[in-house]
């Protein structure tokens, strides 16, 4: 059966593979990215989400089985809080409906969170549970009042990506229809291909179990292996 992949970010290193890897195999992809996409899109405001979800279902010429998501904006700025989390998230969450709709529906998610930078607790929680306006003028004021902290503001996004993947996944309403959620998270050990081959797998019918897991690349490579 040939799938049909949304893929977020096709212009990083690990999109690029993940468009190639899916070309190769045979399947369909609405590739979307800032520029050069099928879908080119502006993450980091509400109206450009929404913009972007309109113009991948007029694209769509099948079920959307599964979205991968690579994007990044690597900046410590609220943009960052804007693109990294609630573009990522507020995307998936319009697809919901297109995606409950086919048979193995998946999401994988590459997540940029390292564990050796600090995040800020307060702005994660405010970023997890409340409005994307509080959320920016916290991260505003962190940006104004400790300047030398500004990366924090960066890494708090990604860690409260990388709690949303597990919180979503136990949601009834993504379980019912079978909507599996994952993250993978990648260092430089790792190729953008071995990441790619990860993150498809994940999004893939083979995968009838994980959901609400963030996996490191080289343990899921081995679980990968092993089917």
Same mark, same amino acid.
């Given at each position: 059966?040939?799938?049909?992949?949304?893929?977020?970010?096709?212009?990083?290193?690990?999109?690029?593979?993940?468009?190639?890897?899916?070309?190769?195999?045979?399947?369909?992809?609405?590739?979307?990215?800032?520029?050069?996409?099928?879908?080119?899109?502006?993450?980091?405001?509400?109206?450009?989400?929404?913009?972007?979800?309109?113009?991948?279902?007029?694209?769509?010429?099948?079920?959307?089985?599964?979205?991968?998501?690579?994007?990044?904006?690597?900046?410590?700025?609220?943009?960052?809080?804007?693109?990294?989390?609630?573009?990522?998230?507020?995307?998936?969450?319009?697809?919901?409906?297109?995606?409950?709709?086919?048979?193995?529906?998946?999401?994988?998610?590459?997540?940029?969170?390292?564990?050796?930078?600090?995040? *800020?607790?307060?702005?994660?929680?405010?970023? $997890?549970? +409340?409005?994307?306006? !509080? &959320? %920016?003028?916290?991260?505003? =004021?962190?940006?104004? *009042?400790?300047?030398?902290?500004?990366?924090? $503001?960066? +890494?708090?996004?990604? !860690? &409260? %990506?990388?709690?949303?993947? =597990?919180?979503?996944?136990?949601?009834?309403?993504?379980?019912?229809?079978?909507?599996?959620?994952?993250?993978?998270?990648?260092?430089?050990?790792?190729?953008?291909?071995?990441?790619?081959?990860?993150?498809?797998?994940?999004?893939?019918?083979?995968?009838?179990?994980?959901?609400?897991?963030?996996?490191?690349?080289?343990?899921?490579?081995?679980?990968?292996?092993?089917?």
């Amino acid at each position: 059966m040939v799938r049909t992949f949304v893929v977020i970010g096709s212009n990083t290193a690990v999109g690029k593979a993940v468009v190639s890897l899916v070309t190769q195999k045979g399947g369909n992809v609405i590739s979307l990215d800032s520029q050069n996409a099928d879908v080119n899109l502006d993450f980091s405001t509400a109206a450009g989400r929404l913009e972007a979800i309109e113009k991948v279902l007029e694209k769509k010429s099948f079920t959307i089985d599964a979205i991968i998501s690579t994007a990044n904006i690597v900046a410590n700025k609220p943009v960052a809080i804007s693109a990294n989390f609630f573009g990522t998230t507020q995307f998936i969450e319009g697809m919901y409906d297109e995606l409950k709709r086919t048979t193995t529906p998946r999401v994988s998610i590459l997540n940029y969170f390292d564990f050796s930078l600090a995040t *800020s607790s307060e702005l994660v929680e405010v970023i $997890l549970h +409340s409005k994307e306006k !509080k &959320a %920016l003028k916290l991260a505003q =004021q962190i940006l104004e *009042s400790a300047p030398d902290l500004a990366y924090k $503001l960066y +890494s708090s996004s990604q !860690k &409260a %990506l990388w709690f949303w993947v =597990q919180d979503v996944a136990k949601k009834r309403h993504w379980r019912r229809p079978g909507i599996l959620i994952n993250a993978v998270t990648a260092d430089s050990s790792a190729s953008a291909e071995e990441v790619a081959e990860l993150l498809i797998w994940l999004a893939s019918p083979i995968n009838q179990t994980h959901t609400g897991e963030v996996f490191e690349a080289r343990a899921l490579m081995q679980l990968s292996s092993a089917h």
